[in-house]
């Protein structure tokens, strides 16, 4: 509630900073795939009203902008694709086995797509990194 009586330029300063700080728990995935992935995505609306907020009065201000906009909506795509691939994952962990065939085909499933996760991961973090350098350029711009 206190970000909405701050001022343009102070809303924009806490927004990267908090971002920084998002950014870098994401990358590193302090709260698991899942939730990373959940993190990214309020992030990423989050920068979408703080680019829509944001007045410039040229040309290239405005095609930067909505180049922006449509990568952080194509990075919000991926990231939900990932997170129902990481919530489908978290299923499989939790079905029932019956039988050692079962538990030796579970674990190498599970091996396979924690490797696929942390590619993944480490894909869209790094996407992720420089957007939010990118914004941080454009919004610091007078």
Same mark, same amino acid.
Do not use: P
């Given at each position: 509630m206190q970000l909405q009586t701050l001022e343009p330029p102070d809303d924009i300063a806490f927004f990267i900073v908090e971002g920084t700080h998002r950014i870098a728990?994401? #990358?590193?995935n302090d709260y698991g795939f899942l939730l #990373?992935?959940?993190?990214?995505?309020?992030?990423?609306?989050?920068?979408?009203?703080?680019?829509?907020?944001?007045?410039g009065f040229d040309r290239v201000f405005f095609t930067e902008v909505s180049t922006l906009k449509n990568t952080a909506a194509s990075m919000g795509r991926e990231y939900a694709q990932f997170?129902?691939?990481?919530?489908?994952?978290?299923?499989?962990?939790?079905?029932?086995?019956r039988n050692?065939?079962?538990?030796? #085909?579970?674990?190498?499933?599970?091996?396979? #797509?924690?490797?696929?996760?942390?590619?993944?991961?480490?894909?869209?973090?790094?996407?992720?990194?420089?957007f939010h350098s990118r914004l941080s350029a454009v919004l610091t711009e007078t």
């Open positions: 728990t994401i #990358s590193i #990373s992935a959940r993190m990214a995505q309020t992030y990423l609306g989050r920068a979408e009203q703080v680019l829509d907020n944001k007045r997170e129902t691939f990481c919530a489908n994952c978290d299923r499989f962990d939790r079905m029932a086995i050692w065939r079962e538990w030796l #085909s579970k674990c190498a499933v599970h091996a396979i #797509s924690r490797g696929y996760r942390a590619r993944v991961s480490h894909h869209l973090a790094y996407k992720i990194r420089l």
